[in-house]
Protein backbone atom coordinates (compact mmCIF):
# COMPACT_ATOMS: atom_id res chain seq x y z
CA UNK A 1 0.00 0.00 0.00
CA UNK A 2 2.31 2.19 0.75
CA UNK A 3 4.72 1.10 -2.54
CA UNK A 4 3.39 4.37 -4.38
CA UNK A 5 4.45 6.63 -1.76
CA UNK A 6 8.06 5.08 -1.10
CA UNK A 7 8.22 5.37 -5.10
CA UNK A 8 7.26 8.85 -4.96
CA UNK A 9 9.78 10.03 -2.13
CA UNK A 10 12.71 7.54 -3.80
CA UNK A 11 12.14 9.85 -6.90
CA UNK A 12 12.66 13.18 -4.94
CA UNK A 13 15.77 11.75 -3.03
CA UNK A 14 16.94 11.11 -6.01
CA UNK A 15 16.60 14.11 -7.55
CA UNK A 16 18.30 15.66 -4.65
CA UNK A 17 20.98 13.50 -4.60
CA UNK A 18 22.22 13.17 -7.85
CA UNK A 19 23.03 16.23 -9.97
CA UNK A 20 24.98 17.22 -13.68
CA UNK A 21 27.43 19.19 -14.27
CA UNK A 22 26.83 22.11 -15.26
CA UNK A 23 28.11 22.90 -18.72
CA UNK A 24 30.78 25.77 -16.94
CA UNK A 25 31.96 23.23 -14.50
CA UNK A 26 32.33 20.75 -17.52
CA UNK A 27 34.06 23.64 -19.34
CA UNK A 28 36.54 24.07 -16.20
CA UNK A 29 37.75 20.71 -15.56
CA UNK A 30 38.40 19.93 -19.16
CA UNK A 31 39.75 23.41 -20.01
CA UNK A 32 42.37 22.63 -17.03
CA UNK A 33 43.26 19.36 -18.27
CA UNK A 34 44.03 19.96 -21.78
CA UNK A 35 46.14 22.92 -20.51
CA UNK A 36 47.99 20.87 -18.19
CA UNK A 37 48.50 17.95 -20.61
CA UNK A 38 49.65 20.43 -22.87
CA UNK A 39 52.23 21.94 -20.46
CA UNK A 40 53.51 18.03 -19.90
CA UNK A 41 54.05 17.58 -23.64
CA UNK A 42 51.22 16.18 -24.46
CA UNK A 43 50.38 16.97 -28.39
CA UNK A 44 47.86 19.47 -29.01
CA UNK A 45 45.52 17.30 -30.94
CA UNK A 46 45.79 14.85 -28.58
CA UNK A 47 44.95 16.66 -25.38
CA UNK A 48 41.92 18.22 -27.13
CA UNK A 49 41.16 14.79 -28.22
CA UNK A 50 40.95 13.64 -24.36
CA UNK A 51 39.58 16.67 -23.15
CA UNK A 52 36.14 16.31 -26.15
CA UNK A 53 36.17 12.25 -24.55
CA UNK A 54 35.95 13.38 -20.87
CA UNK A 55 33.40 16.51 -21.58
CA UNK A 56 31.69 13.85 -23.33
CA UNK A 57 31.59 11.57 -20.33
CA UNK A 58 30.95 14.60 -18.08
CA UNK A 59 28.19 15.65 -19.43
CA UNK A 60 26.88 12.32 -19.52
CA UNK A 61 26.82 10.70 -15.66
CA UNK A 62 24.96 11.86 -12.61
CA UNK A 63 26.87 12.65 -9.33
CA UNK A 64 26.09 12.47 -6.23
CA UNK A 65 25.44 16.13 -4.62
CA UNK A 66 27.29 15.68 -1.72
CA UNK A 67 29.82 13.13 -2.75
CA UNK A 68 32.89 13.67 -3.55
CA UNK A 69 32.90 15.40 -7.17
CA UNK A 70 36.86 15.66 -7.46
CA UNK A 71 37.72 12.25 -7.35
CA UNK A 72 34.39 10.97 -9.88
CA UNK A 73 36.34 13.59 -12.07
CA UNK A 74 39.71 12.28 -11.77
CA UNK A 75 38.93 8.70 -12.76
CA UNK A 76 36.86 9.56 -15.54
CA UNK A 77 39.84 11.54 -16.78
CA UNK A 78 42.00 8.60 -15.70
CA UNK A 79 39.70 5.90 -18.03
CA UNK A 80 39.67 8.71 -21.01
CA UNK A 81 43.58 8.74 -20.76
CA UNK A 82 43.80 5.47 -20.67
CA UNK A 83 41.20 4.61 -23.84
CA UNK A 84 44.06 6.28 -26.04
CA UNK A 85 46.67 4.49 -25.15
CA UNK A 86 47.75 1.29 -26.80
CA UNK A 87 49.31 -0.60 -24.30
CA UNK A 88 52.02 -4.14 -25.06
CA UNK A 89 53.65 -6.17 -23.00
CA UNK A 90 57.18 -7.04 -23.34
CA UNK A 91 56.18 -10.47 -21.65
CA UNK A 92 54.25 -10.98 -24.59
CA UNK A 93 56.68 -10.06 -26.67
CA UNK A 94 59.41 -12.60 -25.68
CA UNK A 95 56.56 -15.38 -25.51
CA UNK A 96 56.14 -14.52 -28.92
CA UNK A 97 59.83 -15.02 -29.72
CA UNK A 98 60.35 -18.24 -28.08
CA UNK A 99 56.97 -19.69 -29.60
CA UNK A 100 58.42 -18.69 -32.78
CA UNK A 101 62.33 -20.54 -32.23
CA UNK A 102 60.85 -23.88 -30.49
CA UNK A 103 58.27 -24.35 -33.33
CA UNK A 104 60.05 -23.11 -36.93
CA UNK A 105 63.83 -23.32 -35.19
CA UNK A 106 64.54 -19.51 -36.82
CA UNK A 107 65.56 -16.99 -35.04
CA UNK A 108 63.13 -13.76 -34.33
CA UNK A 109 64.46 -10.91 -35.97
CA UNK A 110 63.79 -7.32 -35.11
CA UNK A 111 64.84 -4.23 -36.80
CA UNK A 112 65.75 -1.14 -35.00
CA UNK A 113 64.82 2.33 -36.88
CA UNK A 114 64.63 6.05 -35.44
CA UNK A 115 66.16 9.41 -35.81
CA UNK A 116 69.84 10.51 -35.27
CA UNK A 117 71.19 10.31 -31.41
CA UNK A 118 67.59 8.79 -30.63
CA UNK A 119 68.91 5.97 -28.37
CA UNK A 120 68.96 3.47 -30.78
CA UNK A 121 72.20 1.36 -29.84
CA UNK A 122 71.80 1.73 -26.08
CA UNK A 123 68.23 0.00 -26.07
CA UNK A 124 69.69 -2.62 -28.46
CA UNK A 125 72.17 -3.59 -25.95
CA UNK A 126 69.66 -3.28 -22.83
CA UNK A 127 67.01 -5.46 -24.49
CA UNK A 128 69.90 -8.06 -25.33
CA UNK A 129 70.97 -8.03 -21.60
CA UNK A 130 67.13 -8.00 -20.42
CA UNK A 131 66.22 -11.12 -23.16
CA UNK A 132 70.09 -12.70 -21.77
CA UNK A 133 68.70 -12.91 -18.62
CA UNK A 134 65.33 -14.66 -19.67
CA UNK A 135 67.70 -17.34 -21.18
CA UNK A 136 67.64 -15.68 -25.09
CA UNK A 137 71.16 -14.56 -25.74
CA UNK A 138 70.46 -12.12 -28.95
CA UNK A 139 72.87 -11.69 -31.73
CA UNK A 140 73.47 -8.07 -32.49
CA UNK A 141 73.94 -7.46 -36.26
CA UNK A 142 75.87 -3.76 -36.73
CA UNK A 143 74.41 -2.89 -39.74
CA UNK A 144 75.08 0.89 -38.67
CA UNK A 145 78.28 0.95 -41.29
CA UNK A 146 77.50 4.50 -41.87
CA UNK A 147 78.22 6.63 -38.95
CA UNK A 148 81.81 7.08 -37.56
CA UNK A 149 82.23 5.03 -34.91
CA UNK A 150 78.89 3.40 -34.79
CA UNK A 151 80.32 -0.28 -34.99
CA UNK A 152 82.93 0.36 -32.08
CA UNK A 153 80.59 1.52 -30.02
CA UNK A 154 78.10 -1.22 -30.62
CA UNK A 155 81.07 -3.74 -30.37
CA UNK A 156 82.06 -1.69 -27.04
CA UNK A 157 78.83 -2.16 -25.08
CA UNK A 158 77.66 -5.68 -26.45
CA UNK A 159 81.07 -6.86 -25.13
CA UNK A 160 79.42 -5.09 -21.40
CA UNK A 161 76.94 -7.52 -21.59
CA UNK A 162 78.58 -10.71 -23.32
CA UNK A 163 76.55 -10.81 -26.48
CA UNK A 164 77.87 -11.60 -29.63
CA UNK A 165 77.70 -8.64 -32.70
CA UNK A 166 78.03 -9.42 -36.46
CA UNK A 167 79.83 -7.00 -38.13
CA UNK A 168 81.53 -5.76 -41.46
CA UNK A 169 83.49 -2.85 -42.50
CA UNK A 170 81.82 0.72 -43.05
CA UNK A 171 80.82 1.82 -45.99
CA UNK A 172 79.09 -2.10 -46.46
CA UNK A 173 75.28 -2.99 -47.19
CA UNK A 174 73.93 -2.37 -44.83
CA UNK A 175 71.08 -5.05 -45.35
CA UNK A 176 73.73 -7.63 -46.41
CA UNK A 177 75.22 -6.92 -43.00
CA UNK A 178 71.80 -8.07 -41.37
CA UNK A 179 71.13 -10.97 -43.93
CA UNK A 180 74.43 -12.26 -42.13
CA UNK A 181 73.40 -11.86 -39.04
CA UNK A 182 70.49 -13.85 -39.17
CA UNK A 183 71.98 -16.30 -41.37
CA UNK A 184 74.80 -16.86 -38.86
CA UNK A 185 72.01 -17.15 -36.27
CA UNK A 186 70.02 -19.43 -38.07
CA UNK A 187 73.38 -21.35 -38.09
CA UNK A 188 74.18 -21.30 -34.66
CA UNK A 189 70.90 -21.88 -33.20
CA UNK A 190 70.53 -18.60 -31.54
CA UNK A 191 67.22 -16.92 -30.84
CA UNK A 192 66.86 -13.60 -31.43
CA UNK A 193 68.54 -11.18 -33.93
CA UNK A 194 68.25 -7.59 -32.71
CA UNK A 195 69.68 -5.27 -36.18
CA UNK A 196 70.94 -1.93 -35.50
CA UNK A 197 70.45 0.83 -37.87
CA UNK A 198 72.14 4.02 -38.56
CA UNK A 199 70.30 6.93 -37.54
CA UNK A 200 68.84 9.18 -39.99
CA UNK A 201 66.14 12.08 -40.54
CA UNK A 202 62.82 11.72 -42.24
CA UNK A 203 63.91 13.62 -45.22
CA UNK A 204 67.23 11.83 -46.36
CA UNK A 205 65.88 9.51 -48.84
CA UNK A 206 68.75 7.45 -49.62
CA UNK A 207 69.01 6.77 -45.98
CA UNK A 208 65.27 5.90 -45.89
CA UNK A 209 65.62 3.86 -48.94
CA UNK A 210 68.58 1.72 -47.44
CA UNK A 211 66.20 1.26 -44.11
CA UNK A 212 63.26 -0.46 -46.42
CA UNK A 213 65.86 -2.31 -48.33
CA UNK A 214 66.97 -4.01 -45.17
CA UNK A 215 63.22 -4.84 -44.10
CA UNK A 216 62.87 -5.89 -47.12
CA UNK A 217 65.95 -8.19 -47.21
CA UNK A 218 65.67 -9.67 -43.85
CA UNK A 219 61.63 -9.33 -43.83
CA UNK A 220 61.56 -8.78 -39.51
CA UNK A 221 59.34 -10.24 -37.03
CA UNK A 222 59.13 -6.57 -35.95
CA UNK A 223 60.07 -3.08 -36.42
CA UNK A 224 60.88 -1.28 -33.35
CA UNK A 225 60.97 2.60 -33.50
CA UNK A 226 63.34 4.18 -31.16
CA UNK A 227 61.94 7.72 -30.45
CA UNK A 228 64.09 10.48 -27.74
CA UNK A 229 61.57 11.39 -25.56
CA UNK A 230 63.49 14.85 -25.17
CA UNK A 231 62.27 15.87 -28.54
CA UNK A 232 59.23 16.12 -27.04
CA UNK A 233 56.30 17.04 -29.54
CA UNK A 234 58.71 16.41 -32.34
CA UNK A 235 58.99 13.34 -31.54
CA UNK A 236 55.36 12.40 -32.83
CA UNK A 237 55.47 14.05 -36.44
CA UNK A 238 59.03 12.23 -36.60
CA UNK A 239 57.61 8.69 -35.78
CA UNK A 240 54.74 9.13 -37.78
CA UNK A 241 57.04 9.84 -40.95
CA UNK A 242 58.98 6.88 -40.24
CA UNK A 243 55.52 4.26 -39.56
CA UNK A 244 54.56 5.95 -43.27
CA UNK A 245 57.58 5.21 -44.47
CA UNK A 246 58.67 1.53 -43.23
CA UNK A 247 55.70 0.72 -40.65
CA UNK A 248 56.51 0.77 -37.08
CA UNK A 249 55.15 -2.13 -35.10
CA UNK A 250 56.41 -1.20 -31.25
CA UNK A 251 57.98 2.33 -30.07
CA UNK A 252 60.35 2.41 -27.21
CA UNK A 253 60.97 5.57 -25.72
CA UNK A 254 64.48 6.38 -24.84
CA UNK A 255 65.65 9.09 -21.99
CA UNK A 256 62.36 9.06 -20.54
CA UNK A 257 64.55 9.75 -17.31
CA UNK A 258 65.59 13.07 -18.71
CA UNK A 259 62.15 13.94 -19.58
CA UNK A 260 59.81 14.39 -16.25
CA UNK A 261 57.01 15.27 -18.69
CA UNK A 262 56.06 12.39 -20.02
CA UNK A 263 53.53 14.20 -22.68
CA UNK A 264 55.82 12.63 -25.73
CA UNK A 265 54.71 9.07 -24.64
CA UNK A 266 50.96 9.67 -24.77
CA UNK A 267 50.84 11.54 -27.78
CA UNK A 268 53.64 8.77 -29.96
CA UNK A 269 51.17 6.13 -28.76
CA UNK A 270 48.07 7.89 -30.03
CA UNK A 271 48.79 9.51 -33.29
CA UNK A 272 50.71 6.25 -34.35
CA UNK A 273 48.43 3.84 -32.77
CA UNK A 274 51.08 2.20 -31.73
CA UNK A 275 51.99 0.78 -28.38
CA UNK A 276 54.77 1.45 -26.36
CA UNK A 277 56.69 -1.96 -25.62
CA UNK A 278 59.39 -0.67 -22.59
CA UNK A 279 61.12 2.64 -21.71
CA UNK A 280 65.17 3.56 -21.53
CA UNK A 281 65.16 5.50 -18.13
CA UNK A 282 69.19 6.21 -17.97
CA UNK A 283 72.17 5.47 -19.57
CA UNK A 284 73.11 2.01 -18.03
CA UNK A 285 72.12 -1.62 -19.20
CA UNK A 286 70.15 -2.17 -16.72
CA UNK A 287 68.06 1.12 -17.13
CA UNK A 288 65.01 -0.37 -19.33
CA UNK A 289 61.63 -0.81 -17.51
CA UNK A 290 58.87 -2.12 -19.58
CA UNK A 291 56.09 0.74 -20.12
CA UNK A 292 52.49 0.44 -18.92
CA UNK A 293 50.12 2.28 -18.48
CA UNK A 294 49.46 2.57 -14.73
CA UNK A 295 53.04 4.36 -14.79
CA UNK A 296 52.41 7.01 -17.52
CA UNK A 297 49.06 7.38 -15.97
CA UNK A 298 51.10 8.14 -13.04
CA UNK A 299 53.49 10.74 -14.54
CA UNK A 300 50.53 12.84 -15.64
CA UNK A 301 48.25 12.79 -13.72
CA UNK A 302 49.86 12.75 -10.87
N1 LIG B 1 69.58 9.52 -19.90
C1 LIG B 1 69.46 8.62 -20.87
N2 LIG B 1 70.34 8.61 -21.88
C2 LIG B 1 70.19 7.68 -22.84
C3 LIG B 1 69.16 6.73 -22.82
N3 LIG B 1 69.26 5.95 -23.92
C4 LIG B 1 70.35 6.40 -24.61
N4 LIG B 1 70.91 7.44 -23.97
C5 LIG B 1 72.08 8.23 -24.38
O1 LIG B 1 71.82 8.90 -25.60
C6 LIG B 1 72.98 9.00 -26.40
C7 LIG B 1 72.72 8.43 -27.78
O2 LIG B 1 72.46 7.04 -27.66
P1 LIG B 1 72.72 5.99 -28.81
O3 LIG B 1 72.26 4.69 -28.30
O4 LIG B 1 74.11 6.08 -29.31
O5 LIG B 1 71.72 6.55 -29.90
P2 LIG B 1 71.54 6.06 -31.41
O6 LIG B 1 70.12 6.26 -31.76
O7 LIG B 1 72.11 4.73 -31.60
O8 LIG B 1 72.45 7.16 -32.17
P3 LIG B 1 72.91 7.10 -33.73
O9 LIG B 1 73.34 5.72 -34.00
O10 LIG B 1 74.00 8.10 -33.83
O11 LIG B 1 71.71 7.50 -34.54
C8 LIG B 1 74.06 8.24 -25.65
O12 LIG B 1 74.85 9.16 -24.93
C9 LIG B 1 73.29 7.36 -24.68
O13 LIG B 1 74.00 7.04 -23.51
C10 LIG B 1 68.22 6.77 -21.71
O14 LIG B 1 67.26 5.99 -21.60
N5 LIG B 1 68.43 7.73 -20.77
MG1 LIG C 1 73.45 3.99 -32.98
Do not use: C, W
Not at 12 to 36: F, T
Not at 80 to 105: D, N, W, Y
Amino acid sequence: MLEGVKKAFRGVAEKIEMSSLSDKEIEHYVEELVLNLVASDVAVEVAEEIGRRVAETLRSIKFKRFGDKQSRVKEVIRKAVESIIPEASLEQLIERMRAKFRETGEPYVILFVGPNGSGKTTTIVKLAAYLKERGLTPLIAAADTFRAGAIEQVRELAGRAGIRVVSQRYGADSAAVAKDAVDSARAGRIPVVLIDTAGRTEVDRNLLEEMRKIKRVVQPDAVIYVGDALAGNVVVEQARRFDEYVGIDYVVLAKLDADAKGGSALSISHVIGKPILFVGVGQELKDLKPFSREFLLNTLLA
